[in-house]
């Protein structure tokens, strides 16, 4: 099973940037051109949305909400994705995800554990 992990969560005030990673482990670094990454995120009292994908295919996708804020992007030889956010809102609040899927096989999914990013002043 492969395994996530996640870096760079914190405090920024409004206005300011931060970057997540994520790295995967238990995974041939050849084979990571093949999984669709994503980030996730979810607030308190709220249902897990997606905000950013970058495919095995080249396709990116943003969520409405953070389109011209947020970059997603890849490192195929790091087999690591990253999440550049800028502008950041206090409604970013809430803890992201990395995913992880190679729609190529019979395989579930692997999650990152989850990291806190708190935008406030």
């Known amino acids: 099973q492969v395994q996530l992990a996640e870096s760079g969560g914190g405090l920024v005030q409004p206005g300011g940037s931060m970057r997540l990673s994520c790295t995967a482990s238990r995974m041939i670094t050849s084979t990571f051109t093949l999984y669709d990454t994503d980030w996730y995120r979810q607030a308190p009292g709220k249902e897990r949305e997606l905000v950013a994908r970058?495919?095995?295919?080249?396709?990116?996708n943003y969520a409405d909400s953070v389109k011209g804020r947020f970059t997603i992007s890849r490192d195929n030889s790091k087999k690591r994705v990253t999440l550049q956010m800028n502008n950041l809102k206090p409604e970013d609040t809430a803890v992201y995800y990395c995913y992880y899927i190679n729609p190529t096989i019979e395989a579930d999914p692997s999650w990152g554990q989850g990291i806190q990013v708190t935008v406030s002043s």
């Open positions: 970058a495919t095995s295919s080249g396709s990116i």
